[in-house]
């Protein structure tokens, strides 16, 4: 069975920083793209960032420079380092894999999602 879990979230203040983890079963990690998306209350889905098989990485353009993915191929664990963060990063964040290098499209295939609120 194939499975992505997501854990990391909490509150914190504006300004700090999170660090979003995704724990995938093997099959699944090894031989696709991974990503981030978010939800925020209201509001579509959107693809925070994805990193392909070999590293390529690529941000939304509300995150850049504030956020970094990471993958460990060998934990078959993917990462969101959030810093900085605003208000507006408040949303339930999911982990999701894929395909695509220039541009990422998604299989439908979800984790639970992990809260993230930023708030003082």
């Known amino acids: 069975q194939v499975q992505l879990v997501e854990s990391g979230g909490g509150l914190v203040q504006p300004g700090g920083s999170l660090r979003l983890s995704c724990a995938a079963s093997g099959s699944i990690f090894s031989s696709n793209a991974m990503a981030w998306y978010r939800r925020a209350p209201g509001k579509e889905r959107e693809l925070v960032a994805f990193?392909?098989?070999?590293?390529?990485?690529n941000y939304a353009s509300s995150v850049k420079g504030r956020a970094t993915i990471s993958r460990d191929n060998a934990k078959n664990t993917m990462y969101l380092q959030m810093n900085s963060l605003k208000p507006e990063d408040t949303a339930v964040y999911y982990c999701?894999?894929?395909?695509?290098?220039?541009?990422?499209?998604?299989?439908?295939?979800w984790g639970q999602g992990t809260q993230v609120t930023v708030s003082s």
């Open positions: 990193i392909t098989r070999g590293g390529i990485t």
């Open positions: 999701n894999a894929g395909y695509g290098t220039g541009s990422y499209s998604s299989f439908p295939l």
